[in-house]
């Protein structure tokens, strides 16, 4: 027979921050149920399957099957197999640079390049319509920027995850040297 569990029996800690992650995940424009499901595995010891997640959370099994598939797609959860049990056990990446490499170049591919594709559109589109100045220049700004940004997020992605932790760790020196 198997135990009864639910969010009371995780640690209070636990508890405390897969409800957070879920909102914030609601603020990033992420569902909580996703977010929640990723806080619970990030924190798990060992991996889970989806009945453990859905008792743990409380939640739906097919709500839990599509989220699980989210965060596959996002690059952040994997799919193990542990011996004697054939059900899908699921586990998250537990470095957090690399998970926050994976998430940032999914934002990027999702939201950063169609926007910038938009805005070179935009641009061309404008090029010979002199009603459209303003627009046009406000809009080169804004494509500059998402260029400018694209071009670093290029050259850190490039970097070894613990050379880009120590660039983190050392941007007060920069700022500083930056302030002359």
């Known amino acids: 027979m198997t135990e009864t569990v639910d969010m009371n029996s995780l640690p209070p800690v636990i508890q405390k921050f897969v409800l957070h992650w879920g909102?914030?995940?609601?603020?990033?424009?992420?569902s909580r149920t996703v977010a929640q499901i990723h806080a619970l595995l990030y924190t798990s010891e060992k991996p889970l399957h989806a009945e453990e997640i859905c008792t743990f959370l409380g939640v739906a099994r097919s709500n839990v099957s599509n989220s699980l598939k989210e965060l596959q797609n996002w690059g952040i959860v994997k799919v193990v197999h542990l011996p004697g049990d054939r059900r899908d056990h699921f586990e998250s990446m537990k470095?957090?640079?690399?998970?926050?490499?994976?998430?940032?170049?999914?934002?990027k591919r999702r939201e950063v390049d169609p926007t910038l594709q938009l805005l070179k559109e935009c641009q061309k589109e404008s090029a010979d319509d002199e009603d459209s100045t303003y627009a046009r220049t406000r809009i080169g700004d804004l494509q500059d920027f998402f260029?400018?940004?694209?071009?670093?997020?290029?050259?850190?992605?490039?970097?070894?995850?613990?050379?880009a932790a120590k660039a983190l760790r050392t941007s007060d020196r920069l700022l500083k040297a930056l302030r002359l």
């Open 147 to 163: 260029q400018l940004s694209t071009d670093f997020y290029k050259k850190m992605d490039k970097l070894p995850t613990k050379a």
């Open 23 to 30: 909102e914030m995940g609601r603020k990033w424009g992420i």
């Open 95 to 107: 470095d957090v640079y690399e998970m926050f490499r994976a998430i940032l170049a999914e934002r």
